[in-house]
């Protein structure tokens, strides 16, 4: 089944529900089209930082204790700078979200594992391997 996506929630929850093939319009195909492209030396460095701070911002998400989720943002801020310097503050940002959104950062290695199958200027489409 083929799912669409022009946001970050959109594309996590097209992750997450297994499709085969993931259509992906406006902004966010570039920003897939790096995280897709990172080597896999740099990706390993970006996704352990980037699972820290993406479970962080779910944590901040969860906690109910005002201190405590203050705390918990704030790790997703620091820890968040590192794989800006690799990927880039937007699309790191965006990475965070998808994992977010998906309540899970392994949501971002499925990603990856997907395919380009088209690609044009408007859109992206995506299909498992």
């Known amino acids: ?10 594309l996590a929850d097209a992750i997450n529900s297994g499709a085969d093939e993931i259509e992906i ?32 911002a779910i944590a901040a998400f969860k906690i109910h204790n005002a201190k405590a989720k203050a705390a918990a943002a704030s790790g997703t801020l620091l820890l968040g700078s590192i794989p800006a310097v690799s990927l880039g503050p937007v699309v790191a940002t965006s990475a965070i979200k998808i994992a977010t959104f998906a309540g899970r950062t392994s949501a971002l290695n499925e ?5 380009i ?13």
């Not at 089944?1 to 959109?10: F, I, L, N």
């Not at 990603?111 to 395919?115: N, P, S």
């Open 117 to 129: 199958k088209e690609r044009n200027a408007e859109f992206l489409i995506l299909a498992r391997k």
């Open 25 to 56: 319009e406006g902004d966010l195909c570039a920003k897939v089209v790096k995280i897709k492209a990172k080597g896999k030396v740099a990706w390993l460095i970006a996704f352990g930082a980037l699972s820290i701070a993406a479970g962080s």
């Open 1 to 10: 089944m083929r799912r669409k996506a022009t946001s970050e929630r959109e």
């Open 111 to 115: 990603l990856r594992e997907y395919k």
